[in-house]
């Protein structure tokens, strides 16, 4: 079964970067594609980027194209979201979800997945 953790929030400052980390414990990693979300008090929660099983395929909202990037390194069982330019309006938990191979689909939509890590925070200073 897929276990993640997510890691490498922080504080950043408008413009700046942060790298985060999602990390499986489980048996099937390769078998599956990840989203990266994240949800801001008081609104909804927002698909931001998808990368399918073998990183063929990666996928992006308009409010972070450009400027997010995610990857995926296999052999360590972890899933990367590269963010630059940072926004004050990107403050907000960001979380690591997976589902069976493909970002086919509506894959910015939360009930597609069956495995959700904690959450890892993310603050923007303007």
């Known amino acids: 079964e897929v276990q993640l953790v997510e890691s490498g929030g922080g504080l950043a400052q408008a413009g700046g970067s942060l790298r985060l980390t999602c990390t499986d414990s489980?048996?099937?990693?390769?078998?599956?594609?990840f989203t990266w979300f994240r949800q801001a008090p008081g609104k909804e929660r927002e698909g931001l980027s998808c990368?399918?099983?073998?990183?063929?395929?990666?996928y992006y909202v308009n409010s972070v194209k450009g400027r997010f990037t995610i990857s995926r390194d296999n052999a360590k069982n972890t899933v990367y979201l590269q963010m630059n330019g940072l926004k004050p309006e990107d403050e907000a938990m960001y979380f690591c979800?997976?589902?069976?191979?493909?970002?086919?689909?509506?894959?910015?939509?939360?009930?597609?997945?069956?495995?959700w890590g904690q959450g890892t925070q993310v603050t923007v200073s303007s």
């Open positions: 489980g048996w099937t990693f390769d078998d599956y594609a």
């Open positions: 990368i399918n099983w073998n990183g063929q395929n990666t």
């Open positions: 979800a997976g589902k069976p191979l493909d970002c086919s689909g509506a894959w910015t939509s939360g009930n597609a997945y069956k495995h």
